[in-house]
């Protein structure tokens, strides 16, 4: 196999580089398992100050986890034993490696320059510093393929400013640079042309002496400019007004009753989604918003997670998405009115496999 992860050291500076280009750099549980086996070295190594993370080729950062394989082992184990081995260790390993990234004491950093969805998102926010370029394109778009927004998406989500989490995390809406910037989703807008030569620079800083924390930050402060307009602040009153609700049925009536462009747009938009993840979706929000740590958060997702292998709109939303590509799934059930709250907390119940653990 052609390796799908490079990791490299320069002086006190460690690279992980996404090397899967055609598959936009998407995660699989090799490249997950690799991952946080070198974070733990580098974490305990003294002579590694900072680690950036980057996606190879100018489309990607990383387009999420590969759900395709997930998919695909699944699909062809189906002897009526239900989820595979890989649809549990997948999650399972993925979430711990993004409690990881929380923790890590060093500058994390995270070139967005290019397509950043899901698993992509979970190997990039949770850690100090996330530069967007021109080239950003963010979304957490999990529920248009039967998931929801996990890898911490339950964590941050519902931290973001207003209902602007809810908002991203039901409909999957795409962020560019000036949109992520504005929210707190990216903490530095560099053009992609200024960031040739940022590790060179950053080794050098951080070989220069200065404490690498400051030395990230000097360099940073050095390339970044202002990012520009926020495209969603003239539809924060909308999203703020229509999103705060505790129903996605509410939540839809409320977006009716706005009579906007904008709002009758996004009605559409969640009315495309599967039923079942708008609503364990919103619940997660909700949760999420009153939770005091990361991990607790991350043993929700993981039991959604499980739940969701074991459902069918995974499978059909993989299909109609990645495989199929005809944008049409048949979710079960069809409507949100037909998802009940047994369902829902049904999909928050520890899986019979055994629950999520920190380390
Ligand atoms: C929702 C998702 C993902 C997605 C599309 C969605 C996701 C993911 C990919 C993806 C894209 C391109 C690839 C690939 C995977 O698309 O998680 O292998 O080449 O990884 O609507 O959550």
């Not at 580098?42 to 489309?59: L, P, Q």
Request: charged share 25%; glycine share 10%.
């Amino acid at each position: 196999m052609t390796e799908e992860i490079r990791f490299s050291t320069a002086g006190g500076l460690a690279t992980v580089e996404l090397a899967r280009p055609k598959a936009l750099n998407a995660l699989t549980y090799p490249m997950v398992q690799q991952m946080a086996d070198k974070l733990e070295a580098w974490e305990h190594d003294d002579a590694i100050g900072a680690v950036v993370i980057k996606g190879e080729g100018e489309r990607a950062f990383c387009a999420g986890g590969d759900v395709r394989a997930v998919w695909k082992s699944v699909m062809e184990d189906m002897d009526g034993k239900g989820p595979s081995e890989l649809s549990k260790v997948f999650f399972f390993d993925e979430y711990r490696l993004n409690h990881q990234i929380h923790a890590f004491s060093k500058p994390f950093v995270a070139l967005l320059d290019g397509v950043t969805m899901g698993g992509g998102v979970g190997v990039s926010i949770h850690g100090s510093h996330r530069i967007a370029t021109e080239r950003l394109m963010f979304a957490m778009p999990e529920t248009g393929i039967g998931l929801f927004p996990d890898v911490g998406g339950g964590w941050f989500l519902p931290r973001l400013p207003g209902e602007t989490g809810t908002y991203l995390a039901l409909t999957g809406a795409r962020l560019d640079a000036a949109g992520a910037c504005a929210l707190g989703i990216s903490t530095h807008f560099v053009p992609s042309s200024r960031l040739e030569g940022f590790e060179a620079q950053l080794a050098t800083a951080i070989a220069g002496g200065s404490p690498a924390r400051a030395a990230v930050n000097d360099v940073l402060e050095r390339l970044a400019e202002p990012a520009g307009e926020d495209p969603l602040t003239p539809h924060r009153g909308t999203i703020d007004t229509c999103f705060k609700a505790n129903s996605v049925e509410e939540v839809l009536d409320a977006l009716a009753a706005d009579g906007s462009d904008f709002a009758r747009e996004t009605r559409d938009t969640l009315l495309a989604k599967s039923p079942t993840s708008l609503k364990i979706s919103l619940e997660l929000m909700r949760r999420g918003r009153e939770a005091s740590n990361l991990a607790d958060v991350l043993l929700l997702e993981y039991r959604l997670s499980q739940a969701c292998m074991a459902g069918h709109d995974y499978y059909e939303g993989i299909r109609a998405v990645l495989i199929d590509k005809d944008h049409a799934p048949k979710w079960r059930p069809a409507t949100v009115a037909e998802v009940g709250r047994d369902i829902v907390a049904a999909h928050f119940s520890a899986p019979a496999s055994g629950d999520w653990s920190l380390a």
